[in-house]
């Protein structure tokens, strides 16, 4: 079945460390998106790319880096530098033609800071 | 910029009953809009969608939706809500081209009444 995959489902991370989250498409989408979500604010997005080794900035990136090397890859990395990284991450694709360009979601991996 | 507002962060309502969750966006132009839901701990999933013809807009699990571009509204509704529509409903909006980034309100969280 085609789908997006997150992983892990839950990671916990000391203070000070460097923790990257996977994403996975199967879908051959070209787009993809990471998103944090935090209680009562909706989604707010960290990064996107368009297209293999190319990626913007969304609105939150400051503490986060990420990567585009494969097309089905887009792995996003929450740095000590991210103050308060506690939060749901949920990652996304989509298509960039044609008339419909809906987001397709994975299940999301939920980040605690100790 | 691009913006949602769903006015209602909590709603409950009795099994059986009507349903209407509101949406409204700013945007310059018809924006391509999107109804989510998300059940706890998990994704995203994609209910409807509107990108242009009839304002009316069929989605699943028996949701529509009618774009007011006068009103710049997108409500959601369902005329007979059952337990498992309990979840939260996300609203977005995005430019009919270009980059497909998404803006998302803030969320309403449906509770269901036995």
């Known amino acids: 079945d085609g789908g997006i995959t997150q992983s892990p489902k839950y990671l916990f991370r000391k203070e000070g460390q460097n923790v990257t989250l996977s994403c996975e498409q199967n879908l051959n989408h070209d787009a993809m998106y990471w998103y944090r979500q935090d209680p009562g604010q909706g989604l707010r997005l960290i990064y996107y790319?368009?297209?293999?080794?190319?990626?913007q900035k969304g609105d939150i990136a400051e503490g986060y880096s990420v990567s585009r090397e494969k097309k089905e890859s887009f792995p996003l990395t929450v740095t000590s530098a991210q103050k308060n990284p506690t939060a749901f991450y949920l990652c996304?694709?989509?298509?960039?033609?044609?008339?419909?360009?809906?987001?397709?979601f994975g299940p999301g991996t939920r980040l605690t800071v100790l | 910029a691009q913006s949602v507002t769903q006015p209602d962060i909590h709603i409950t309502v009795s099994e059986g009953a009507s349903l209407e969750l509101r949406c409204n966006y700013s945007?310059?132009?018809?924006?391509?809009l999107f109804w989510y839901v998300q059940s706890p701990g998990q994704g995203l999933q994609l209910l409807l969608k509107?990108?242009?013809?009839?304002?009316l807009v069929q989605g699943i699990k028996g949701f529509e939706a009618e774009f007011k571009r006068s009103q710049s509204s997108f409500n959601l509704r369902k005329p007979s809500v059952h337990w498992s529509d309990a979840a939260e409903y996300f609203c977005a909006v995005g430019a009919p081209r270009g980059a497909q980034k998404l803006v998302f309100g803030q969320g309403t969280r449906l509770t269901i009444n036995p």
């Open positions: 790319s368009q297209i293999v080794n190319d990626f």
């Open positions: 996304a694709s989509s298509i960039t033609s044609g008339a419909s360009y809906e987001q397709f």
């Open positions: 945007y310059g132009a018809t924006p391509y």
């Open positions: 509107y990108f242009s013809g009839d304002t």
